[in-house]
């Protein structure tokens, strides 16, 4: 087992301290470095086994994932789903998230961000997974897609917005406020209503597939990073792969 992760751990752990001690200060309580460093000692030597097999379990967690992703490569990076960024990029990020999932909306703007930076190409994979509403929201998007692509975004962000249920008068006050008329969205529902249902279809295979648990979650080269991942995290897995 390598060190580096258990003195990632430790370090985190002896940052944290500083915190704890100002905190104590403020209530007419320190902690001595000698205390500290005892107690970390003592910690480490009675969990020692324990943090270890974190350690593993989570690396064993991380390339189960990475093998589930070659092994279904063509899958997930299916171009044929909306993206948007840098179009001439080799480096793909793929988003899997749910329109009423409170995480994929707390890092919408984490996502936008990472879009604008110009580094990546970006495909939006549409996973519903909260019910039918969310199914609604996802089926209503791709049909904003099939109308016109650059208004996928501006439905899509719309959407993560909204924190309510999304009703069809939600849902269609959405479509109008971005520019596309009532009738367009309704011939675009009935006419792509196949090739919709295929594509929410095969995303939410997909996740199932890959072993992930809900959403959202993003895959960038062969990692996958679960739950609302800070977007310094994301462009540090971007920045590698651009040195490559």
């Not at 403020?26 to 000692?41: A, C, F, K, M």
């Not at 064993?60 to 992703?69: D, E, G, L, Q, S």
């Not at 309704?186 to 209503?193: L, R, T």
């Not at 993003?218 to 040195?243: C, H, Y």
């Amino acid at each position: 087992m390598s060190r580096i992760p258990f003195l990632f751990i430790f370090i985190i752990l002896i940052a944290s301290l500083p915190v704890i001690n100002n905190w104590l200060s403020n209530r007419g309580q320190t902690l001595s470095d000698d205390y500290i460093g005892e107690r970390v000692d003592s910690y480490i030597s009675r969990n020692f086994d324990r943090i270890i097999n974190a350690l593993q379990e989570k690396n064993n967690r991380t390339n189960a994932f990475r093998n589930k992703i070659l092994q279904y490569k063509d899958q997930v990076f299916d171009q044929a789903y909306p993206h948007a960024g840098n179009e001439n990029s080799d480096i793909i990020a793929v988003g899997f998230f749910d329109y009423s999932c409170g995480y994929c909306k707390a890092i919408k703007d984490d996502v936008k961000q990472l879009i604008n930076d110009g580094k990546v190409k970006y495909i939006f994979r549409d996973s519903p997974i909260f019910g039918n509403n969310s199914l609604k929201a996802a089926r209503s998007a791709l049909a904003v897609y099939f109308i016109d692509k650059e208004k996928y975004l501006d439905f899509h962000y719309a959407a993560l917005k909204h924190t309510r249920e999304f009703s069809d008068n939600v849902i269609l006050n959405i479509v109008k406020s971005i520019g596309i008329s009532e009738s367009d969205f309704n011939s675009s529902m009935k006419d792509n209503a196949d090739k919709i249902e295929q594509m929410i279809d095969s995303s939410k295979l997909l996740v199932r597939d890959l072993g992930v648990g809900g959403t959202p979650f993003v895959v960038i080269g062969d990692s996958l990073f679960i739950g609302a991942t800070d977007l310094s995290v994301l462009r540090n897995k971007v920045n590698e792969l651009s040195k490559k």
